[in-house]
């Protein structure tokens, strides 16, 4: 027993001199999220163009809408119908906006964990509505 204890301790010292490298499961895509509110989204549009998604029913998109967001409804984010779209802005911010935030920060959610760099506008169409903003 000891002759074994003693053989693991000097594998462990001898390994790492030896050029033995641990190797790490590949870590998975990461994105990151900032939450962003009506009045930012407006100051990032007059500044130009901003990739902005509305994830909210086609219905609710075409009542009102903010101006140059794209309709992709998030069950099309979720069952990853319409995501290829989304790869031209994988090295930027993707805008996303529902109604009020919630169906945008869990397409947020889903876009993060593959990567993507996503602003979530909270209070989303409502707010935009609210703050006497044009829709189209």
Not at 44 to 73: I, K, N, Q, T, W
Request: with cysteine; hydrophobic share 45%; proline share 4%.
């Amino acid at each position: 027993m000891a002759r074994l204890l003693l053989l693991t301790a000097a594998l462990l010292f001898v390994l790492p001199a030896c050029g033995g490298k641990e190797t790490a499961a590949p870590a998975e895509a990461s994105g990151a999220r900032r939450d962003a509110d009506v009045q930012d989204l407006k100051a990032a549009l007059d500044e130009g163009f901003v990739p902005l998604f509305d994830v909210r029913s086609r219905s609710e998109y075409y009542a009102a809408h903010v101006a140059g967001a794209r309709l992709m409804p998030l069950a099309e984010i979720e069952n990853a119908g319409r995501r290829t779209e989304l790869e031209e802005h994988k090295g930027s911010e993707i805008w996303l906006i529902c109604q009020s935030g919630g169906r945008s920060s869990k397409a947020a959610d889903i876009l993060i964990a593959e990567g993507y760099t996503v602003v979530n506008v909270a209070g989303g169409t409502g707010a935009w509505i609210a703050a006497g903003y044009p829709v189209d």
